[in-house]
């Protein structure tokens, strides 16, 4: 599986952005998709994850991101909205068979990220 992601970019307080992942073959029927981000000096933090039916989000993004899919275009989005400076990171989406959990370690697939610059 490839992941690819794009839609990054600079973007002021309180804006919005949409970030995409799009997979090299059709696998959202096996696989969950989760997004995770890494900020300057810090290590890899969950943003959001999807499979099947069930979604979860990270208490810092609630309310403000989510996360959705096109199966016909094995595509995974991340909108975020009310973006604020600490989300500045670099994005990554990334896939795993089975329940879309929290933790990066449980991924098996990566896409290759995509910066996010919030300046206030």
């Known amino acids: 599986v490839q992941l690819q992601a794009s839609g990054g970019g600079l973007v002021q307080a309180g804006g919005s952005l949409r970030l995409s992942c799009a997979s090299s073959?059709?696998?959202?029927?096996?696989?969950?998709m989760g997004w995770f981000r890494q900020a300057p000096g810090k290590g890899r933090e969950f943003v959001a994850a999807?499979?099947?039916?069930?979604?979860n989000y990270a208490d810092s993004v609630k309310g403000r991101f989510v996360i959705s899919r096109d199966n016909a275009k094995n595509t995974v989005y991340l909108q975020m909205d009310s973006l604020k400076p600490e989300d500045t990171a670099i994005y990554y989406c990334a896939a795993r068979v089975g329940s879309p959990l929290s933790t990066s370690s449980d991924y098996e697939y990566w896409g290759q990220g995509t910066l996010v610059t919030v300046s206030s």
């Open positions: 999807m499979g099947g039916s069930r979604i």
């Open positions: 073959r059709s696998i959202f029927s096996t696989y969950a």
